[in-house]
Nanobody, 119 residues
Framework: QVQLVESGGGLVQAGGSLRLSCAASGRTINIFAMGWFRQAPDKERDFVARITWGGGTTSYADSVKGRFTISRDYVKNTVYLQMNNLKPQDTALYYC????????????WGQGTQVTVSS
């Protein structure tokens, strides 16, 4: 099994930056891709960004393109989400997720880290 632990959330003013981290442990050799999702109060969980574990191919939601960057440290088994030019609408609980080999979708989730952007 793969375990995920997020960190790095907090309170920031609009226009500021935060970097989220997601440390993976356990059978990390089984990871195919990792992603970030977010869920605001009374809203559905939305996709934010994705990176494939081996090739490092990335994809982003339109709402964060040009502001957020996903990256991974293969040695540390950690995925990062650099968030710049934050907006109040970015306020949400951010989740890290892993898609393991042969799984059609993300099958492992972290507990979430809160990001709050004040105007």
């Amino acid at each position: 099994q793969v375990q995920l632990v997020e960190s790095g959330g907090g309170l920031v003013q609009a226009g500021g930056s935060l970097r989220l981290s997601c440390a993976a442990s356990g059978r990390t050799i089984n990871i195919f891709a990792m992603g970030w999702f977010r869920q605001a109060p009374d809203k559905e969980r939305d996709f934010v960004a994705r990176i494939t574990w081996g090739g490092g191919t990335t994809s982003y939601a339109d709402s964060v393109k040009g502001r957020f960057t996903i990256s991974r440290d293969y040695v540390k088994n950690t995925v990062y989400l650099q968030m710049n030019n934050l907006k109040p609408q970015d306020t949400a609980l951010y989740y890290c997720a892993a898609q393991t080999q042969l799984q059609p979708s993300y099958d492992r989730w972290g507990q979430g880290t809160q990001v709050t952007v004040s105007s």
